[in-house]
């Protein structure tokens, strides 16, 4: 019996790898914010442009499923750190300046002055283009989790909402999260560097956001705990 079920939830679990999982998905447009910048940095810095006055509509879905699309107007927060990896040619003098990504984020519910979201982020990549000497007016931020040391984790303290897959407390992933930055300045296109090239002068741009939490769906949770028993009884029986 016990290698029966364990071959019924080998193969279960091989046929469960293709099942979708559900997840919330986040966003929010740079238009949202009518105020101020989205973004500001110098040096090995990137974080919110105005503190107290970055007010975004962050949006919340239920991965594009039938509820209605949940909106909360939010204070945006964010501090990272940049470490420079490498410039690579592009040919005609243009280059991707490539730097390594770390931080944190927050939204803050205006409703309650309380977090709603927060986010811790690890090996992540911000990457841009330029000149030898200059990022263009474009980058993206970007993380997720994966096995080479990348890594997000979401915490959700708004309201339990079973039908957007989200419960107070930390949110189990995999997880992953992109910022746009367009419009990078500073005073005017462009931002120059140093010889670390890193910015050699305070800059400012538009940002926009998504991110997304997934969570295995009810039938490969419950073949994964199919899995276990079979494992447990069968180290049991020898």
């Given at each position: 019996?016990?290698?029966?079920?364990?071959?019924?939830?080998?193969?279960?679990?091989?046929?469960?790898?293709?099942?979708?999982?559900?997840?919330?998905?986040?966003?929010?447009?740079?238009?949202?914010?009518?105020?101020?910048?989205?973004?500001?940095?110098?040096?090995?810095?990137?974080?919110?442009?105005?503190?107290?006055?970055?007010?975004?509509?962050?949006?919340?879905?239920?991965?594009?499923?039938?509820?209605?699309?949940?909106?909360?107007?939010?204070?945006?927060?964010?501090?990272?750190?940049?470490?420079?990896?490498?410039?690579?040619?592009?040919?005609?003098?243009?280059?991707?300046?490539?730097?390594?990504?770390?931080?944190?984020?927050?939204f803050i519910d205006?409703?309650?002055?309380?977090?709603?979201?927060?986010?811790?982020?690890?090996?992540?990549?911000?990457?841009?283009?330029?000149?030898?000497?200059?990022?263009?007016?474009?980058?993206?931020?970007?993380?997720?989790?994966?096995?080479?040391?990348?890594?997000?984790?979401?915490?959700?303290?708004?309201?339990?909402?079973?039908?957007?897959?989200?419960?107070?407390?930390?949110?189990?992933?995999?997880?992953?999260?992109?910022?746009?930055?367009?419009?990078?300045?500073?005073?005017?296109?462009?931002?120059?560097?140093?010889?670390?090239?890193?910015?050699?002068?305070?800059?400012?741009?538009?940002?926009?956001?998504?991110?997304?939490?997934?969570?295995?769906?009810?039938?490969?949770?419950?073949?994964?705990?199919?899995?276990?028993?079979?494992?447990?009884?069968?180290?049991r029986e020898n």
């Amino acid at each position: 019996m016990s290698h029966r079920l364990l071959f019924l939830a080998g193969c279960g679990l091989v046929a469960g790898a293709a099942l979708p999982a559900h997840a919330a998905l986040f966003s929010f447009g740079s238009d949202n914010d009518s105020t101020s910048w989205t973004f500001s940095g110098s040096g090995a810095s990137v974080r919110d442009a105005n503190d107290s006055a970055d007010i975004f509509d962050l949006l919340v879905d239920d991965d594009n499923g039938p509820l209605p699309t949940l909106s909360y107007r939010a204070e945006f927060d964010a501090s990272f750190r940049l470490t420079f990896l490498a410039s690579v040619p592009l040919g005609n003098g243009s280059f991707i300046h490539n730097y390594s990504l770390s931080g944190t984020f927050s939204f803050i519910d205006l409703a309650t002055n309380m977090p709603l979201l927060t986010a811790t982020v690890d090996g992540g990549a911000f990457t841009t283009l330029g000149d030898q000497s200059n990022w263009f007016s474009t980058a993206t931020m970007q993380a997720n989790d994966n096995a080479f040391g990348g890594s997000v984790q979401y915490t959700w303290f708004g309201a339990s909402l079973p039908g957007y897959q989200l419960e107070p407390g930390q949110l189990f992933g995999p997880d992953d999260m992109a910022f746009t930055l367009s419009l990078l300045n500073a005073g005017g296109p462009g931002v120059a560097l140093g010889q670390d090239r890193l910015p050699a002068m305070t800059w400012n741009s538009e940002g926009s956001f998504s991110g997304s939490t997934a969570i295995p769906s009810p039938s490969a949770a419950g073949l994964v705990g199919l899995a276990g028993l079979a494992v447990a009884r069968r180290r049991r029986e020898n």
